[in-house]
């Protein structure tokens, strides 16, 4: 079975310091892992993606993301919050099933940015 | 190039009929998914269409039905439509499976 936790339903981080938003995933396969962004009122807009090639993932807008199979995580990090950056992260993994191909999304991370 | 459009962008039903939502592809894209979105939720996967034929399903009742075209627009067809229906409907679609999706802005539902 394929499952996405986030683990924080809201993160609040003052601008100018470090953002870290957590995903864990479980998968009987090597999945695909998407971080997605989402401001309020417009549709999702992709961040970064790992399909197993490097672990270290860059993405748009300053965002990164590891990937740790050994802790089957995939947390989505930025040195320096911006106001801009809040909104809703969407951690996303895409495995094969007997169904054909599934995509599995976290239940999101509301980012907040104090000025 | 186009990305992905889906119309209408806001509908108003009452329960038990039917509607049929759209869904435009991105040039070159022969995938398309499509999601529901409560309000305050994540997206969940109702199905995926891959060059014409059903690729994959959540878990969704029958009466959520789908089509793509051989343009590969698609469309998202739901009937006996319940209150619970509410809802944000995405589409994405991508380059191949199993390739990076990208979003239309949705299509948002409310079933009175």
């Known amino acids: 079975a394929q499952s996405v936790t986030q683990l924080d339903s809201h993160v609040s981080v003052s601008e100018g310091t470090p953002v870290l938003l957590r995903c864990n995933y479980s998968s009987s396969y090597s999945p695909s892992l998407f971080w997605y962004v989402q401001h309020p009122n417009k549709g999702l807009q992709l961040l970064l993606k790992?399909?197993?090639?490097?672990?270290l993932v860059k993405g748009i807008n300053g965002f990164e993301a590891e990937f740790k199979k050994s802790e089957t995580s995939f947390h989505l990090t930025k040195p320096s919050a911006h106001m801009s950056d809040a909104a809703e992260y969407f951690c996303?993994?895409?495995?094969?099933?007997?169904?054909?191909?599934?995509?599995?999304f976290g239940t999101g991370t509301s980012l907040t940015v104090i000025p | 190039e186009t990305g992905v459009t889906q119309s209408p962008t806001h509908l108003i039903k009452t329960r038990g009929q039917q509607v049929t939502l759209r869904c435009s592809s991105q040039s070159g894209h022969n995938t398309v998914s499509w999601y529901q979105q409560a309000l305050g939720q994540g997206p969940q996967f109702i199905f995926q269409y891959y060059r014409e034929e059903e690729n994959g399903r959540g878990n969704f009742p029958p009466r959520f039905s789908g089509l793509q075209f051989p343009n590969y627009s698609s469309e998202l067809n739901v009937n006996a439509l319940e209150l619970d229906d509410s809802a944000l409907y995405l589409c994405?679609?991508?380059?191949?499976?199993?390739?990076?999706?990208?979003f239309g802005p949705g299509t948002r539902l409310l079933v009175l």
């Open positions: 996303v993994a895409s495995a094969p099933s007997n169904t054909g191909n599934q995509f599995y």
């Open positions: 994405a679609s991508s380059r191949d499976l199993r390739e990076t999706q990208y």
């Open positions: 790992y399909t197993s090639a490097a672990t």
